[in-house]
């Protein structure tokens, strides 16, 4: 079964869902490694989703993507309620890149789980090239403006070196 958003919607998808794996594997460094392997196998499926994404007229596995979309959201869930109830449990990553990539999880899974209780499989309305060239610019604003500030808040963001900033680029600017 394959569900099919418009060729705008298929694009956010996309845009989103390779946001995403880009976060997870920048939070592969400096995780505990067993929070490591996850954050690298989720980042890499999710990059390769959304690479899929881009090529197919569909959603490649939408019941699989709405599943693998919503159990690191709830993983995350779990992780900061019991570091808030108990306090013995501390959440060894950033929460700015968990919110974000929670944001974009919920987007992918909500806009799929929206295509796949559409009745009637007909093929999406193509939009104009002026309509498209839009849609694609405010998907691409949208997910760096929100990612760019996640993945400065990994130590990837930071160098590798948490609690120091990174050297500017402008000369005679260094911290």
């Known amino acids: 079964m394959s569900s099919r958003p418009s060729t705008i919607t298929r694009t956010w998808l996309a845009f989103a869902a390779i946001g995403t794996g880009l976060i997870h594997v920048a939070l592969v460094i400096g995780a505990p490694l067993p929070l490591g392997i996850v ?7 999710e990059f390769v989703w959304g690479v899929l994404t881009f090529a197919r007229e569909g959603v490649a ?3 699989a993507v709405l599943l693998g979309a919503l159990l690191p959201v709830l993983g995350w869930g779990l992780l900061l309620a019991a570091s808030t109830v ?3 449990v501390a959440v060894p990553v950033p929460l700015l890149p968990l919110a ?3 944001l974009f999880e919920l987007f992918i899974a909500g806009t799929v789980a929206a295509h796949l209780r559409r009745t009637g ?3 999406p309305r193509v939009p104009s090239l002026g309509r498209y060239l839009a849609g694609l610019v405010a998907g691409i604003v949208v997910v760096v403006g929100l990612t760019a500030p996640a993945l400065a808040a990994t130590q ?3 160098s590798g070196q948490p609690g120091q900033p990174s ?3 402008l000369p005679g600017h260094d911290h």
């Open 156 to 158: 990837v963001g930071s």
């Open 86 to 88: 108990s306090g013995a």
């Open 100 to 102: 974000v990539t929670t």
């Open 121 to 123: 499989d007909g093929a």
């Open 61 to 63: 596995y939408p019941r």
């Open 167 to 169: 050297p500017s680029i």
């Open 39 to 45: 954050f690298a196998l989720l980042g890499l499926v």
